[in-house]
């Protein structure tokens, strides 16, 4: 009795331990929150926008994990920081205060280093690539006709992905069932 006592402890510590390990790793630092906090001082007058029941990012952040796989997830959040880049960029140009320029210089560098080192990838050529398609002017006869032209070709890709990402979790399934059953043995 004992020993099961002092092995739910030590378990205890250990997940406890790994907890705030983990919860430190995803916090954001102490000199970025400050800069965050006196930024959203500065700029944050007025609570009742806030709360309109229109966030910017997270209702997609709160359907991120649910919804997309991780290489998914990756890209969502490495287009999402070179939005805040963007929209930071945009700030600091507009700003008159050389201090909250500084803040929102410090804020992009460390978002610019998260992006790097934990999201690193082609969101910029995929960006490129979707507003080229964005852009497609769907009422021109010409570009219907092309489409129509290519659309044998794009299904026939379309299908190959869906087939090579379902034999991907084919794969894991059973890499998965496989562990199970060797864990019983």
Known sequence: MIV????????????????????????????????????????????????NAHPVFLRVLKDLKVNLEEPEQNLLMSIIMDTYSRIFTRMENDSLD?????????????????????????????????????????????????????LKRVYREATQLRNLKNKERRRRQAKITKSKSLNRS
């Open 4 to 51: 099961q006592n002092m092995m739910a402890f030590f378990w205890g510590v250990c997940l406890l331990t790994s907890g705030w390990m983990t919860y430190g790793e995803a916090s954001v630092p102490e000199n970025l929150d400050k800069s965050i906090d006196e930024l959203k001082a500065y700029y944050i007058k007025d609570n009742h926008e806030l709360h």
């Open 98 to 150: 050389e201090a909250t320029k500084e803040r929102l210089a410090h804020v992009q560098e460390h978002l610019k280093k998260l992006k790097e080192n934990y999201f690193p990838g082609k969101s910029a050529e995929l960006k490129t690539y979707a507003e080229t398609l964005w852009a497609i002017k769907e009422d021109d006869p010409v570009v219907q006709r092309k489409v129509l032209f290519e």
